[in-house]
């Protein structure tokens, strides 16, 4: 079993007198620097974006078992679905993207085939998005949980238990929803102020007599700007998910404290968001090229590369959920060392309280 040491930003004094569980695998697992001081004689450090992938290998090897589980029975299902978008109905999409295309050639946008691809992927996004939502509100927020408290177990040298993941599930279940359900909020949020600045500096520059090819490229810096906007929401809105699982927090609250918490580490955040995104459209576009395509190949090729790329998606997403843990927990333990304040999660709380009460 590997050890990980020497990377972990778990909390020093939080994790030395863990490991009581009888498993002698656990017990060899070094997270912190073998020194027994006290956390404020603890070296506190930020974590770059390689670092945070490396931890999250060491972490992903060492609990393979769970991880797996997690992906297969999880993971797995909501990524079929959203590859093959079987749920999305053809027709929504056309009717928004013909619509999506009226205001932008009222607006004074050109119709070029940039255009026209642009608003037929996201009216694919936004269908996909609306109607796959009780998944994502199910299967994948139960997912991003697991990975969370699997990687909350492994620092704190615990095995994860199913029973007590049901109990502690159970208890903040309703906080994580409406974390989610916030999140969901801020990126609609988004995409709708996206949509106004679009429109309004389309018209204004079609109002002022510019032709449609130059009226252009004041939108793509519209874009530019909105993608910049939007990958740090989403950020905002990951590390979110996991202080409401961690921490006694919920909706606007687990916001704001997300964005406190990454202050100043925004940086490491977005290279992490990019590299989710590129391994995530790759595997779609792959999905799209070798298996929607029916120009391509025999049906004998696309039953197999199917379920490999919905696993490829599925393990790329499981990476994600895992990164966004382990950084949130190098945001903790950098931002908890500067200050030379320590506080007990709220998990080792409830599993304090679930082992009192001798539920087995």
Same mark, same amino acid.
């Given at each position: 079993?590997?050890?990980? +040491? ?6 020093? +004094? ?8 009888? &498993?002698? /695998? ?14 404020? /004689? ?34 797995? %299902?909501?990524?079929? *679905? ?12 056309? $009717?928004?993207? #013909? ?58 040298? @615990? ?15 309703? @906080? ?10 801020? #990126? ?14 389309? +018209? ?13 490229? %004041?939108?793509?810096? *519209? ?15 990951? #590390?979110?998910?996991?202080? &409401? *699982? ?10 704001? @404290? ?41 049906? &004998?090729? @696309? ?6 790329? *919905? #696993? ?7 990476? /994600? ?20 304040? +320590? ?13 009192? $009460?001798?539920?087995?």
């Amino acid at each position: 079993m590997e050890t990980l +040491s020497g990377l972990s930003p778990r909390i020093h +004094s939080i994790t030395l007198n863990k490991g009581k569980d009888g &498993s002698p /695998d656990l017990q060899n697992l070094e997270l912190e620097p073998a020194d027994h001081g006290s956390a404020s /004689d603890h070296q506190f450090h930020s974590m770059n974006a390689l670092e945070i992938l490396r931890e999250t290998v060491r972490i992903l090897r060492y609990n393979l078992t769970g991880f797996v589980a997690i992906l297969a029975f999880l993971i797995c %299902p909501v990524s079929a *679905v959203v590859l093959s978008n079987i749920l999305v109905d053809q027709s929504l999409v056309r $009717t928004l993207s #013909i619509r999506l295309l009226l205001v932008a050639k009222s607006s004074g946008l050109p119709l070029e085939p940039f255009i026209k691809q642009s608003c037929q992927k996201f009216s694919e996004m936004a269908v996909s998005a609306t109607l796959c939502f009780p998944l994502y509100v199910t299967l994948s927020l139960l997912s991003k949980v697991a990975v969370v408290y699997s990687v909350d177990c492994t620092y704190s040298r @615990r095995s994860f238990n199913s029973s007590k993941f049901y109990v502690i599930v159970s208890k903040i279940w309703k @906080r994580i929803v409406v974390t989610y359900l916030w999140d969901c909020v801020i #990126i609609v949020g988004c995409v709708a102020l996206f949509f106004v600045l679009l429109v309004i500096v389309s +018209s204004t520059f079609s109002i002022m007599g510019f032709p449609p090819d130059l009226i252009l490229y %004041p939108a793509m810096v *519209v874009g530019l700007i909105f993608s910049i906007i939007l990958a740090n929401s989403i950020i905002v809105c990951n #590390i979110a998910i996991v202080i &409401s *699982v961690l921490e006694d927090v919920s909706g606007p609250r687990a916001l704001l @404290r997300s964005s406190s918490l990454i202050k100043g580490q925004t940086q490491v955040g977005l290279l992490i968001f990019l590299g989710s995104t590129i391994g995530m459209a790759f595997v779609e576009g792959l999905f799209e090229h070798r298996v929607k395509t029916i120009s391509y190949g025999d049906v &004998s090729s @696309r039953i197999w590369e199917g379920p490999l790329l *919905v #696993i490829i998606y599925s393990f790329v997403v499981l990476i /994600d959920s895992m990164m966004s843990a382990v950084f949130y927990f190098s945001c903790k333990s950098y931002s908890m060392g500067a200050s030379r304040v +320590s506080s007990q999660p709220v998990l080792e709380a409830l599993t304090i309280s679930f082992e009192s $009460t001798g539920v087995q």
